[in-house]
């Protein structure tokens, strides 16, 4: 076998060697012999490349083995997945997918054997009929695809055989196979282009519409493309050349039949296959004059199919191919043709939507590209009349189309563009700036882009760059007037991104930019309304600048035009620029880049400006950008970057002598405020330029003139912040300068103005008033200003007579209005912060501290809730923190006028009742906590400055009344000022070392009283309130344990189950109780009383708060014996006034319990009524357990009445006379109380014997007497009020002695004693003994004479009264003698 290749090779080699060169490259592909041999020679070659050689033994053994190993590998795969698709094993589409896969790695190494059943086998499949799906049928066309990489011939015969087949269609997926060959493998088909057209054209007629039509289309269309490849390679290829006329012969006739039977089919898919393969062959004829003209209908056509086809997007790629070829072949086009295929593609173009797609304009914009090359003055003509159009897409569309004719290079465009350029600025200016021409504005501004990318050298186009800066500053102009859709808006929006992104896009590194950019840039530095731009801006500056740095001293060359364009340009002043980028770079804006991009340029630009800034910037610049880049985007805003900013042009002017160049600034930024907005952020940052810039200012004169001008010229309505700015910041370096003039002007104002205020009438006054007071505010507030900004060793010298006199002077208006008030308050603020960063004052007092308190303190007292608004707490805390010292008295008044503003501001609702509209807008709220934070404050300053102690013993006064106000929303206020004041004090050293609080009896009875308030946040703060104090009284472990306890109870006060706040309530009482001391149990008490009298309660409320008087008394009733007597006091006064009078009595009792002595003793004092109250409480102690303890105290004072009698005769002894008798009288009138009450009669049996001789022994002494001395007759009253109306002392004490009796016998032996007449016998003096007989003989029959009672009586038969021994005789003459302990003297007998 391998004999029988060699011969065959050899055979067709010596064939080959008799051609002629000629010969051999001319031989035709066309025909079949010539075909036949090259085919099986090319199959020979590859027989024998896969043959298996021997291959020597590498070690000597003889063992052999094939050559190569990959090549048998890849053989049998295909050998597997070939056997399994004939034994139809597995899935036939998978397995065509495996060969594929395996056929793109084959290099030859199958058998023609292999390859034949194979390509057989693919076919097959591609024809089957039935049984064969689509997928399988493009899987084995895809294999035939990838076998024709090694096996070409082998293939494309097998297809050609097909297309040979007589009488018939192939099949859809063998044309589509054919269509993939010249697509796969262009070049390699060229010899078969002759025989494919052919018999393509042998089944055109058979064709309709549908896939097959699609299909053949395909074919025409790929195999044209690869001809027109082989026509631009010729070279590249092995074979002969072939001529574009037997191309064009071949294909000529197809795209004949095509173009008269098939174009405009009905169906759009058809239509675009049919459309495809036209312009496909259109391509290769124009390669032939003869058959041009059939071209230029086939364009005529196209451009017909813009109207005719739904999708264009097929026509315009047809026309492309189409303008391709016609300049590569350099085929002139008629004025008519261009202007139709010029108007054609502006019409798709004007028409396009998102939804077309980049791709299509990319096409569209080839197209006109193309067509300008052809024919270049004709399409600009065309585009450039379209700039003129009504219709906006009509611009926007030749825009668009202009924008890549911009990189031609043909002179006749060149030229064409200069008009161009001044028609697009004439057209964008003409129409003005309105929401409809933004996309005719973004257009043009693309246009410009491209323009400028270009690089020409055309001063003209350079020009166009103001037109993006006009063009954002209408935009941003717009913005800013507001008014916009929300889609209006982001279309501005994104017009301004356009134009900061063509700036920043310059390419300055082009020939000829720095002479061109720089004066075309730098003149939009200075003017405010591009400062939006300043970012790309000074990116393109500061890179010229480093170019013309680079450069040194050489000049780049430029056009001619370069040189003349910059002497034209009208450059900013140096002043300008630095006045313009300081403003920009202190300007708040949402990010640092702006800031960042001007401080940039100001090092850029530093030799520009002055050459002494040079040492300075190149330190604090970068310090100032290392600070933005520390900090976070919104401290751009504040007041420290400003600061520094303005420190930063402090330092740059330093180093600079020429006082004409500072004076030149100062007159550039007068320019510029003249040209800012009224009352905008720059407007009020130029005066604080100007300002800083006066201060480094060395001429003087010119400094005095400025700052007279400024107050002089200034309104002080519209812009009061003018002066103070101006003048503050200028008296920083020159300050007496500064002050002086202020001064002098300040004196002829007050002249002028308030001198006149007295003269004319009443209106004529009001109206002089009105246009003064914005003049003062403005002074005042520009005094307070030079202030703070003065040097500090110089300002304490004039503060005091000169700035403060000159504020409190101009403050003392007849009239003064918010505005003037304002100013008082602000300027008094400032003057004292001045004052206070100076540091160490030494001895320094400030003489007029008192006159400037008094003034803000009158202004809080006639009109506490504007106090509040405009800060005048500030004020008085700033003042309180300088010498001298306010006095006790101040410090109390100060306090008392700050909490009343702040606790009595009203609610929204009173507000909104009172009619107060515009105050009730506000958010009260919002000012509630400002004034509560505000006094606050100063209260911690006052305890700072005044003495710890007493401001909070003054506080606690101020704020009593307050805590028991009848409004419960002013003791919530109360108490948020209380709960502050409590918890900076607990904490504080003095409190801590455990001094005791003077106040904080009364501050728990308070407090306890509101954890019973109706608000939960009284309730609340009040047990907060506790704890704090609990902690000021006490700071041992255990008593802050007991105070974290309260504090978590607080939270359970916000119940609404009133069992719980009883709980709770009392749960507190408990822990904070203990800690009152004794001698503040009097005010503790009387806190609750004030807050019982003031406050509106409910009887359950008044039973809560009364509890904590009572675990007061069970808790540290045993205490305060020496507060008994005020404590006493305090409760019969609230028995008399207030309405839950039935608690003191149960208080009175818990008293007695710990001190029953001084109780009695207290409620017998001459001072208290015997009235009804003092009746319930007698009652009340006779009701207790302890009652007849009462009843023996009672009884012992009655026995020691009247003892230690001084002699008779003196005025002594009347007086103790008339005391005693009161005494006894109270004392008999308490123990009928008390024994009316009692309900043990075994205990009043026992105490008989001590109160029966007491009694007996005083109606034995009063018998007979009318009435009582008339020293005492006052002390009658007190039994008229009791409806008493008997004058007789005598039957005060029997009527006692008679209570007593009927508790202690039988009701019988009463009746006896009235049957026997006793009672009146004891009152009559000369029955009397005979009374004290009976009664006598009536005991002894009750039962009630014990040796007790008669051991009591046996001392009256020794008296010194004569009644009591007569007395004392008539009972012992009753009593047996058994009862007697010993016998009656004789003198007792007598």
Not at 460 to 487: C, K, N, P
Request: aromatic fraction near 6%; include cysteine.
């Amino acid at each position: 076998m391998a004999r029988l290749y060699i011969f065959l090779l050899g055979w067709g080699c010596l064939s080959f060697s008799r051609l002629s060169p000629g010969e051999s490259s001319g031989i035709d592909p066309g025909d079949p012999v010539a075909v036949r041999m090259i085919t099986v020679l090319r199959v020979l070659c590859q027989c024998l490349g896969s043959q298996a050689r021997p291959a020597r033994p590498e070690n000597g053994d003889g063992a052999t083995g094939t050559v190569p190993a990959a090549a048998a590998t890849f053989a049998a795969t295909g050998t597997s997945l070939l056997k399994q698709l004939q034994d139809y094993e597995g899935d036939r589409l998978e397995t065509y997918r495996e060969l594929e896969r395996v056929l793109q790695g084959e290099d030859g190494s199958l058998t023609s054997g292999v390859v034949n059943r194979l390509i057989a086998e693919a076919s097959r499949d591609m024809r089957a009929a039935q049984d064969v799906t689509d997928d399988v049928k493009t899987a084995a066309s895809n294999v035939l695809v990838a076998l024709a990489r090694s096996r070409f011939h082998f293939v494309m015969s097998e297809l050609q055989s097909h297309l040979k087949a007589t009488g018939k269609v192939p099949d859809e997926t063998v044309l589509l196979t054919v269509g993939k060959m010249a697509r796969s493998y262009a070049l390699r088909c060229i010899p078969f282009v002759g025989m494919t057209m052919l018999a393509l054209r042998t089944m055109l007629s058979q064709v309709g519409s549908g896939r097959i039509l699609r299909a053949i289309c395909s074919v025409v269309e790929e195999w044209s493309k690869g001809v027109n490849t082989y026509l631009c390679n010729q070279d590249q290829c092995p074979f002969p050349r072939k001529g574009v006329a037997q191309f064009c012969e071949a294909i000529y006739p197809v795209f004949h039949y095509a173009a008269v039977n098939w174009l405009g089919f009905k169906e759009e898919e058809d239509n675009q296959a049919v459309l495809g393969a036209v312009a496909a062959m259109a391509e290769v004829l124009l390669h032939e004059e003869r058959h041009r003209e059939c071209s230029w209908e086939l364009v005529l056509w196209l451009l017909h199919q813009y109207q005719e086809a739904p999708d264009t997007s097929v026509v315009t790629t047809s026309l492309s191919y189409v303008l391709e070829m016609l300049e590569g072949l350099q085929a002139p086009l008629t004025q008519d043709t261009a202007l139709a295929i010029s108007a054609a593609v502006h019409s798709q173009l004007s028409h396009l939507t998102k939804e077309s797609g980049l791709a299509h304009k990319a096409v569209l914009s080839r197209c006109i590209m193309l067509q300008a090359r052809i024919w270049p003055e004709e399409t600009v003509t065309f585009l450039h009349s379209q700039l003129s159009a009504e219709s906006k897409a009509g611009r926007v569309a030749a825009l668009g189309l202009l924008v890549p004719l911009c990189h031609s290079h043909a002179l006749v465009m060149r030229q064409k563009l200069t008009q161009v350029v001044e028609d697009v600025k004439l057209m964008c200016k003409a129409r003005g700036w309105v929401p409809a021409e933004v996309t005719v504005r973004r257009a043009a501004l693309e246009f410009v882009r491209e323009l400028l990318s270009t690089g020409s050298q055309s001063c003209g186009t350079w020009d166009m760059v103001a037109y993006i800066f006009t063009e954002f500053s209408q935009t941003s102009g717009r913005l800013a007037a507001g008014g916009l859709f929300a889609w209006e808006t982001q279309e501005a929006g994104a017009l301004r991104a356009l134009c900061m992104d063509i700036v920043g896009s310059l390419d300055v590194s082009l020939r000829g930019m720095a002479k061109l950019l720089w004066p075309r840039l730098l003149q939009f530095v200075v003017p405010a309304q591009y400062s939006g731009m300043l970012i790309p801006l000074s990116q393109c500056l500061q890179a010229l600048v480093a170019r013309r740095e680079r450069a040194g001293c050489r000049e780049e060359e430029e056009e001619p035009g370069a040189v003349g364009s910059q002497e034209q340009a009208q450059l900013p002043a140096p002043q300008a620029l630095l006045a313009r980028l300081v403003v920009v770079a202190a300007a708040p804006h949402a990010s640092s880049d702006r800031a960042v991009a001007a401080l940039q340029l100001l090092q850029a630009l530093q030799g520009r400006i002055h050459r002494a800034l040079r040492a300075v910037w190149v330190t604090e610049i970068p310090l100032l950008l290392q600070y933005l880049a520390g900090r976070k985007e919104s401290s751009l805003g504040s007041a420290e970057w400003e600061h520094r900013v303005l420190k930063f042009l402090r330092v740059s002017l330093e180093p600079i002598e020429d006082k004409a160049w500072t004076v030149g600034l100062s007159q550039e930024l007068s320019q510029q405020l003249g040209s800012s907005a009224p009352g905008s952020w720059e407007k009020l940052f130029l005066y604080k330029v100007l300002g800083t810039v006066l201060a480094a200012c060395q001429n003087l004169w010119h400094v005095q003139g400025q700052v007279l001008s400024f107050l002089q010229a200034t309104d002080p309505v519209a812009e009061p912040q003018a002066m103070i700015s101006v003048v503050s910041h200028a008296a920083e370096s020159h300050f007496h300068l500064v002050l002086d003039t202020l001064t002098m002007y300040s004196d002829n104002f007050v002249r002028l103005y308030f001198g006149q205020t007295c003269t004319g009438s009443k209106a004529q006054q009001q109206q002089r008033m009105e246009i003064a007071q914005p003049f003062c505010a403005a002074l005042m507030r520009t005094y307070s200003a030079v202030a703070l900004c003065a040097p500090k060793e110089q300002l304490l010298s004039r503060v005091d007579k000169e700035i403060l006199g000159d504020i409190l002077r101009l403050s003392r208006a007849k009239q003064r209005g918010m505005q003037l008030k304002l100013a008082v308050v602000q300027s008094i603020t400032e003057v004292c912060c001045a004052i206070q960063a100076v540091g160490n004052c030494g001895s320094f007092k400030l003489s007029l501290k008192q006159e400037a308190m008094r003034t803000l303190l009158d202004w809080m007292k006639r009109e506490p809730w504007d106090s509040v608004l405009y800060g005048v707490f500030q004020a008085l805390e700033k003042l309180s923190k300088l010498r001298p010292r306010l006095s006790r008295e101040e410090n109390r008044n100060l306090l008392a006028v700050c909490c009343h503003a702040v606790v009595s501001y009203p609610s929204e609702e009173q507000m909104k009742k009172g009619n107060r509209i515009a105050r009730a807008a506000l958010n009260t709220q919002l000012l509630h906590r400002r004034g509560m934070q505000d006094l606050g404050r100063l209260i911690e300053t006052l305890l700072e400055t005044q003495g710890s102690s007493a401001c909070f013993d003054d506080m606690v006064h101020v704020l009593k009344g307050q805590l028991t106000s009848a409004m419960e929303w002013k003791r919530e206020r109360a108490l948020r000022v209380c709960t502050h004041l409590l918890d900076v004090c607990k904490d504080r050293h003095e409190f801590r070392r455990g001094r005791p609080c003077q106040q904080i009896g009364s501050l728990v009875g308070l407090l306890g009283c509101l954890t019973i308030d109706c608000l939960v946040t009284s309730r609340q703060r009040a047990g907060l309130c506790l704890s704090y104090l609990l902690e000021m009284q006490d700071n041992t472990v255990p008593v802050v344990l007991e105070a974290h306890e309260i504090r978590c109870l607080c939270e359970e006060l916000d119940s609404p189950d009133p069992n719980t706040l009883v709980k709770t309530s009392i749960k507190i009482a408990k822990a904070v109780c203990k800690c009152i001391p004794p001698a503040q149990a009097v005010g503790f008490l009387r806190a609750i009383v004030d807050t019982l009298l003031h406050v509106t309660t409910t009887a359950q409320e008044a039973s809560i708060v009364w509890k904590w008087v009572f675990v007061f008394l069970k808790e540290c009733g045993k205490d305060i014996l020496a507060e008994v007597p005020e404590f006493l006091t305090t409760l019969y006064t609230y028995m008399q006034r207030g309405t839950n009078r039935f608690f003191v009595p149960s208080a009175v009792s818990l008293l007695a319990i710990c001190h029953r002595e001084a109780v009695v003793s207290c409620l017998l004092q001459a001072g208290h009524l015997m009235d009804s109250n003092m009746i319930e409480l007698w009652r009340s102690l006779g009701r207790s357990t302890f009652g007849i303890q009462i009843l023996r105290c009672l009884a012992e004072k009655l026995n020691r009445a009247g003892n230690n009698c001084p002699g008779t005769g003196s005025s002594a002894s009347e007086q103790h006379s008339r005391e005693t008798a009161l005494e006894t009288l109270a004392i008999t009138r308490a123990i009928s109380e008390v024994v009316f009450v009692m309900s043990s009669t075994e205990q009043l049996r026992q105490l008989l014997p001590h109160i029966l001789p007491s009694l007996l022994r005083w109606a034995s002494e009063t018998v007979g007497e009318e009435r009582l001395p008339s020293a005492m007759s006052s002390w009658r009253q007190l039994f008229l009020e009791g409806r008493v109306l008997e004058q007789k002392p005598c039957r005060t004490f029997l009527l006692a002695l008679k209570s007593v009796l009927e508790k202690c016998m039988e009701q019988k032996w009463m009746q006896l004693l009235m049957h026997r007449a006793v009672w009146a016998r004891l009152e009559d003096p000369l029955a009397h003994p005979e009374g004290v007989s009976l009664l006598t003989s009536v005991l002894l029959q009750a039962g009630l004479i014990s040796p007790s009672l008669v051991q009591n009586l046996l001392p009256w038969l020794d008296s010194s009264s004569v009644k009591l021994r007569v007395a004392a005789a008539a009972f012992f003459d009753e009593i047996p003698e058994s009862y007697r302990t010993r016998r009656p003297s004789e003198r007792g007998r007598n």
